[in-house]
Structure formats: structure tokens, C-alpha cells
């Protein structure tokens, strides 16, 4: 039955808030040409470490116990390899001899799994006004955050592997889990930074997971605090080349375009747009830019596409947004 209602929304996606002002503006060219020779980052890249020889003993499954409630998680295969799909299956078993109670929201996902890695983008050049203020946008990082988003992995439903960041109902359901009864469910890995849809850079990353809300017995005084937390190590295999620009440094590329940094002058982030940083496997480019909600339905992404390889610019960016094919921007 449906107890209560959120005061908040899931950690996954706000919807678009509307625009101060709405006025429409040219999105930039590029100022250097697909012919022109812009200078290529990866000849300028520091060194770097090779990545740590993958552990012999990685383990696949991991379970944990607690009040007769048992939660148990078994990945596909470990390390996983970048740029593959790769799943999890997670089980949550009543072994008591009463009913348990579990509580959710709209998306009903008994145990989350996910989590960052500990090899992180490099960051690049510091930038100053609203150069700056895009790259922290376009790059997660919230207002008083000291450090950017790092590349993470995320278990989603498998039907919605495309669709981005995406939210769930705002609603408390309780349901009751017999003696013996489990709820089971596999959740699945795309092998991409969500967030960039790029390969993440490869090597350890702990799994977070959780399983809630959950509890047997009176209702606990604070719901969110019914949880079972485990941890898995994990590892990545491949990944995005350490001799290639990272993504941050794409940005950089971006910014460095006198055509690009004056069309950011004309925008207000964060306030009806969506700042863009998104790989294009197929191309092997990035698009980078700006996608204002309010302007034109439906919206378009302006900003430039710049060469995966060697952070060139290679040519302007102006196209619809696909909400099939792009999914929600996180």
C-alpha cells in the first residue's frame, strides 16, 4: 500500500527548471576548421603511471546478513571489461521466521549497486569567469563541490540502459516479504561513464551496495536509515587510453575556441540548459556545448565537435536533441 510521500525526489534526475529568459542565440562556429591543424593535446599529455596489475582473487559474489534478512549480489565476471555490457543479479531473502517489510519509491530496485572510480580524468587547466563556470557544470561539479564528478559505473534495468539520468516516482510503497520469500532482480552496466557515455579509464573501483529499505518488526524512527550496506572490489579492464585527452581536457580544447567561449557569454548555466559533454564512440569525437530547454522544440545542442584522438576542434555542433538516442543529461 502507499504510505507516505517523498518530500524529495531519487538521486537521478531533476527535471529541467524553466529559463530566467528566454531569448534565442546563435550557437557558435568553430574558429579553427577541420582543416587547420589546431595543436593536439595528446602531444602535450603528462605521463602517466601504468594502471596496477588486475588482483588473481577478485571475488564475483559477496552477501551479508542482518536480522535475518539476507542480501547476496553476483556479478556477471570480475574484473569487467570497458565499453561491454556487463551484469549484476541481487537477491534479498527473508530467512526469519516473520514477515519483513520492505519500502520503496516508484522504481521498486531492492538493492543499488554502483560506484566510482579510484583512477580519476585528469583535470586539466583552470579556467577563469564563465569558462570556468561551464567546465564545472559540464563537468558535475555542484555549487561549493571542491572536486569534479569522478567516472562511475552504475546497474540500471536493462530497458533503460539508453535513457541517461532518469527519476522515479515520488511515493512510498510498503510491501510485506514472507518467511522464505526473495525479491530478485539483475541490473545491468552499459561498460561507459553514464555521465560522458565514454569508457570510464579502467582499474579498481568499489562497489556501493545498498539494499532498502528494509526492516522487520516495529517501524524503525527513521526509515532511511532501514538499510544493508556491502561492499564489493571490482575491477575494469581497457578502458579510456591514458594517451588520449581526458574529457576535462577536451573542455579545455573547447574553451580555448574564441567562437565557443563568446557564445557562453550569452548564456545563463544551470538556469533552463543542460551543459553537454558527450562521446560520440561511432565518430570518435566529442560533442561539447550548451542545450537550452525553452528555445526551440525540440531542443537543440550548439556548441562544437572536437576529435577524440588529439582534441582538435573539428567542426561546429548544432542538432536536435534525441531524447531516444541521447537519453536525459545527468
Known amino acids: 500500500m502507499v504510505i507516505a510521500l517523498f518530500a524529495g525526489g531519487c538521486d537521478q534526475a531533476a527535471a ?20 587547420q591543424s589546431a595543436t593536439p593535446l595528446a602531444s602535450t599529455l603528462p605521463p602517466v603511471a601504468e594502471q596496477a596489475t588486475v588482483p588473481p582473487d577478485l571475488e564475483r559474489t559477496v552477501s551479508k546478513t542482518r536480522d535475518d534478512i539476507r ?16 551484469w549484476v543479479k541481487t537477491t534479498v531473502t527473508n530467512v526469519g521466521s516473520s514477515a519483513a517489510t520492505w519500502f520503496h519509491d516508484g522504481c521498486a530496485t531492492a538493492v543499488n549497486v554502483g560506484g566510482s572510480f579510484e583512477v580519476d580524468w585528469r583535470d586539466g587547466a583552470h579556467h577563469e569567469g564563465q569558462a570556468q563556470a561551464f567546465k564545472d557544470a559540464v563537468l558535475g561539479k555542484g555549487f561549493g563541490d571542491a572536486d569534479y564528478e569522478r567516472p562511475f559505473i552504475s546497474f540500471v534495468p536493462k530497458d533503460l540502459l539508453a535513457r541517461g539520468s532518469y527519476g522515479c516516482g515520488d511515493i512510498g510503497i510498503e510491501e510485506k ?9 539483475t541490473r545491468w552496466w552499459s561498460g561507459l561513464d553514464p555521465a560522458t557515455k565514454a569508457p570510464p579509464p579502467g582499474g579498481p573501483v568499489t562497489l556501493d551496495i545498498t539494499a532498502g529499505y528494509i526492516w522487520r518488526g516495529k517501524e524503525p524512527d527513521s526509515i532511511a536509515d532501514a538499510h544493508i550496506d556491502l561492499t564489493l572490489d571490482a575491477w ?39 551543459e553537454i559533454l558527450w562521446y560520440d564512440a561511432e565518430q570518435d569525437r566529442w560533442e561539447v556545448g ?23 576542434i573539428v567542426g561546429p555542433l548544432d542538432r536536435p536533441w534525441d531524447q531516444d538516442v541521447d537519453g536525459m543529461p545527468y
Open 16 to 35: 529541467p527548471t524553466p529559463a530566467i529568459s528566454v531569448v534565442p542565440s546563435q550557437p557558435p562556429t568553430a574558429s579553427v576548421s577541420p582543416a
Open 71 to 86: 542480501v547476496s549480489v553476483t556479478l556477471q565476471r570480475n574484473p569487467m571489461p570497458a565499453g561491454e555490457l556487463s
Open 177 to 185: 516479504l514472507a518467511p522464505g520469500e526473495s525479491l530478485r532482480a
Open 290 to 312: 550548451v542545450m537550452p530547454w525553452y528555445e526551440t522544440e525540440p531542443p537543440r545542442i550548439h556548441g562544437l565537435l572536437v576529435d577524440a584522438a588529439t582534441g582538435a
Open 236 to 274: 575494469v579492464t581497457g578502458g579510456w587510453s591514458p594517451s588520449r585527452p581526458s574529457p576535462r581536457e577536451i573542455v579545455d580544447a573547447a574553451l580555448a575556441d574564441a567562437s565557443f567561449a563568446d557564445y557562453l557569454e550569452t548564456q545563463t548555466l544551470h538556469s533552463g540548459r543542460e
